[in-house]
């Protein structure tokens, strides 16, 4: 094939469009339409591989998969072995077993598949996924297996150019009828026509009927350019996509592919020296730079600095160099057959995808170091049974301090001293747990009823249980009082589930078991939202200001969100 330099200058288009994208969403909406770029490409490149070859009698179908396994497997499978490694290192067994799925999944190029199961592509829980991108990957490889098969078809009935049309034209059918929902964006049916777009002008090309005069492929170029541009500022990911916004910067990508390497814009800008250099490394580029963004948000934090993901992107840029030069590049012009040289990659892919499924089998490798390391700071903690540690009854109280607690009272103290009261509901019981179990070194003693607000109100359990009520209340009353009387103290946190008491629930609105158990009523029938807010202020007002009487300083802390 005769080599086309601007075809390499627009890969890297492509390709920065989506580093830019990736790294600084905000930046660039629309930088993921780089992937549309791509799909034309590659559609027309492989299509006009296997005209060729046809055409010269020397084409062969296991020779075709050979190369593309030989071009395809080397980078995949090193930046799958970098990511799985680096993350046996640092992530948590949840992470450890999503990536596992993942790389068996992109081991056998299902990841679009796979995905279509899980949240949209513009899901925040996608920067969770360390191969995400490989949903594009899949589609191309899906496409590889199929489309020789087709295009030999075509040719043997006599009609290729038909063939190609219908199939065209009938994925855009699909697309425009299917896409929408965000699974659909990785649909390889969805997706099919952007790649038969680059097939169909490969087509054309070997008809002759792109024989155009220069003044006119200038003008297609030049439309191109904007068409690309005006796609970049009108499209973004909230819109529906594919579906018609895909038109343009298929057709964008077409206007260009079609223009020729003599149209000005593709000799002076594509076909420059540094995007000709990013080009050739697009592929390792593109696998590279994802897992370097998400393993950066892994150990920075999802707001990590700008300049932190400016510098991964370099280190992207040349892990894809060294990737090219030294693997890549040595395997795809070795001495060695394609098709030996694919039975090895073959083989040693299925290695690759056994590691992943080992991995997400059994979920996610909790032996390991990191995991370990973490459980010891997790109320979950394997080596001690946190719920029974937390909620038993002990004497500390009685033994340390010399307090009586009061009925149905949990008094907790782990010091002669405390400079800390923990008192709310359940929530200030499970909180003095990493006090308990040694994880936080703090002079607490633990006040607290479960149910109960850290005042009197008829939120706890309401006017049917009036004993109870009273007993929250004399626990509140204690509070204060140890607050006023010991002298050591000197901060009193505040811990309860205060959504319960304000919705009347603990779960949701349909579980019918809360509702029975927390059914509260005021004297005009069941209590709305607003009475509920109005009694927790009140109750709450009145409980600092007793605090605050003491000198004592106070800690509310809000509660984690319900699930």
Same mark, same amino acid.
């Given at each position: 094939?005769?080599?086309?330099?601007?075809?390499?200058?627009?890969?890297?288009?492509?390709?920065?469009?989506?580093?830019?994208?990736?790294?600084?969403?905000?930046?660039? $909406? @629309?930088?993921?339409?780089?992937?549309?770029?791509?799909?034309?490409?590659?559609?027309?490149?492989?299509?006009?591989?296997?005209?060729?070859?046809?055409?010269?009698?020397?084409?062969?179908?296991?020779?075709?998969?050979?190369?593309?396994?030989?071009?395809?497997? $080397?980078?995949?499978?090193?930046?799958?072995?970098?990511?799985?490694?680096?993350?046996?290192?640092?992530?948590?067994?949840?992470?450890?077993?999503?990536?596992?799925?993942?790389?068996?999944?992109?081991?056998?190029?299902?990841?679009?598949?796979?995905?279509?199961?899980?949240?949209?592509?513009?899901?925040?829980?996608?920067?969770?996924?360390?191969?995400?991108?490989?949903?594009?990957?899949?589609?191309?490889?899906?496409?590889?297996?199929?489309?020789?098969?087709?295009?030999?078809?075509?040719?043997?009935?006599?009609?290729?150019?038909?063939?190609?049309?219908?199939?065209?034209?009938?994925?855009?059918?699909?697309?425009?009828?299917?896409?929408?929902?965000?699974?659909?964006?990785?649909?390889?049916?969805?997706?099919?026509?952007?790649?038969?777009?680059?097939?169909? %002008?490969?087509?054309?090309?070997?008809?002759?009927?792109?024989?155009?005069?220069?003044?006119?492929?200038?003008?297609?170029?030049?439309?191109?350019?904007?068409?690309?541009?005006?796609?970049?500022?009108?499209?973004?990911?909230?819109?529906?996509?594919?579906?018609?916004?895909?038109?343009?910067?298929?057709?964008?990508?077409? #206007?260009?592919?079609?223009?020729?390497?003599?149209?000005?814009?593709?000799?002076?800008? #594509?076909?420059?020296?540094?995007?000709?250099?990013?080009?050739?490394?697009?592929?390792?580029?593109?696998?590279?730079?994802?897992?370097?963004?998400?393993?950066?948000?892994?150990?920075?934090?999802?707001?990590?600095?700008?300049?932190?993901?400016?510098?991964?992107?370099?280190?992207?840029?040349?892990?894809?160099?060294?990737?090219?030069?030294?693997?890549?590049?040595?395997?795809?012009?070795?001495?060695?057959?394609?098709?030996?040289?694919?039975?090895?990659?073959? @083989?040693?892919?299925?290695?690759?995808?056994? %590691?992943?499924?080992?991995?997400?089998?059994?979920?996610?490798?909790?032996?390991?170091?990191?995991?370990?390391?973490?459980?010891?700071?997790?109320?979950?903690?394997?080596?001690?049974?946190?719920?029974?540690?937390?909620?038993?009854?002990?004497?500390?109280?009685?033994?340390?301090?010399?307090?009586?607690?009061?009925?149905?009272?949990?008094?907790?103290?782990?010091?002669?001293?405390?400079?800390?009261?923990?008192?709310?509901?359940?929530?200030?019981?499970?909180?003095?747990?990493?006090?308990?179990?040694?994880?936080?070194?703090? $002079?607490?003693?633990?006040?607290?009823?479960?149910?109960?607000?850290?005042?009197?109100?008829?939120?706890?359990?309401?006017?049917?249980? $009036?004993?109870?009520?009273?007993?929250?209340?004399?626990?509140?009353?204690?509070?204060?009082?140890?607050?006023?009387?010991?002298?050591?103290?000197?901060?009193?946190?505040?811990?309860?589930?205060?959504?319960?008491?304000?919705?009347?629930?603990?779960?949701?609105?349909?579980?019918?078991?809360?509702?029975?158990?927390?059914?509260?009523?005021?004297?005009?029938?069941?209590?709305?939202?607003?009475?509920?807010?109005?009694?927790?202020?009140?109750?709450?007002?009145?409980?600092?200001?007793?605090?605050?009487?003491?000198?004592?300083?106070?800690?509310?802390?809000?509660?984690?969100?319900?699930?």
């Amino acid at each position: 094939m005769t080599y086309r330099p601007d075809i390499d200058g627009l890969r890297a288009l492509a390709i920065i469009l989506v580093l830019v994208f990736h790294a600084y969403p905000t930046a660039l $909406p @629309g930088g993921f339409l780089g992937v549309d770029v791509f799909f034309v490409i590659s559609g027309y490149l492989i299509t006009k591989i296997i005209i060729d070859s046809y055409e010269r009698d020397k084409f062969s179908l296991l020779l075709f998969y050979a190369h593309r396994i030989r071009r395809i497997f $080397p980078a995949l499978m090193l930046v799958l072995g970098a990511t799985f490694i680096f993350g046996y290192l640092v992530l948590r067994e949840d992470e450890m077993e999503r990536l596992g799925k993942h790389v068996l999944g992109a081991s056998v190029f299902v990841s679009n598949l796979l995905l279509q199961t899980e949240a949209g592509y513009f899901d925040v829980s996608t920067e969770l996924k360390p191969l995400v991108h490989l949903w594009s990957l899949g589609i191309e490889e899906q496409f590889y297996l199929v489309w020789p098969l087709f295009v030999l078809l075509a040719f043997r009935v006599g009609r290729p150019t038909l063939f190609i049309t219908t199939a065209f034209f009938l994925s855009i059918a699909y697309n425009l009828r299917f896409s929408g929902p965000s699974e659909m964006f990785y649909s390889a049916p969805v997706r099919a026509w952007e790649l038969l777009a680059g097939a169909l %002008i490969a087509q054309f090309e070997f008809k002759g009927r792109f024989s155009l005069p220069q003044w006119l492929k200038q003008a297609t170029s030049i439309s191109g350019v904007c068409l690309l541009i005006f796609s970049l500022i009108v499209i973004n990911n909230q819109l529906r996509y594919p579906g018609f916004l895909a038109f343009m910067p298929v057709i964008a990508t077409s #206007l260009l592919i079609i223009s020729g390497p003599r149209a000005y814009f593709n000799r002076v800008l #594509l076909g420059t020296s540094p995007l000709i250099a990013i080009g050739r490394i697009s592929y390792p580029l593109y696998l590279w730079h994802w897992p370097v963004i998400y393993y950066l948000r892994i150990l920075f934090g999802q707001q990590v600095e700008a300049w932190i993901i400016f510098a991964g992107l370099f280190l992207s840029l040349f892990l894809a160099w060294a990737t090219y030069k030294f693997v890549e590049k040595p395997i795809r012009i070795g001495k060695i057959s394609s098709s030996k040289i694919a039975y090895v990659l073959l @083989g040693s892919m299925i290695f690759v995808g056994f %590691i992943g499924y080992y991995t997400y089998a059994n979920h996610g490798l909790p032996e390991r170091f990191a995991v370990k390391d973490f459980s010891k700071y997790s109320k979950y903690s394997s080596d001690l049974d946190s719920k029974e540690l937390a909620f038993n009854v002990d004497e500390t109280c009685k033994k340390l301090l010399g307090i009586i607690p009061l009925r149905n009272e949990f008094c907790k103290s782990n010091t002669k001293q405390p400079k800390v009261i923990i008192t709310g509901d359940s929530f200030a019981v499970s909180l003095n747990y990493a006090v308990q179990a040694g994880r936080v070194d703090v $002079p607490t003693l633990l006040i607290a009823q479960n149910g109960c607000l850290p005042f009197g109100s008829i939120l706890n359990h309401g006017s049917g249980d $009036p004993t109870r009520m009273k007993n929250c209340k004399e626990v509140s009353e204690h509070t204060v009082s140890l607050a006023r009387d010991i002298e050591s103290i000197e901060t009193v946190v505040i811990f309860s589930r205060n959504s319960t008491y304000l919705y009347n629930q603990i779960e949701g609105p349909d579980n019918s078991e809360d509702a029975v158990n927390y059914h509260w009523i005021n004297s005009t029938g069941r209590s709305s939202v607003l009475d509920n807010r109005l009694a927790l202020i009140k109750g709450y007002t009145n409980f600092f200001n007793s605090i605050r009487s003491t000198g004592k300083k106070i800690v509310l802390v809000l509660e984690n969100p319900n699930l």
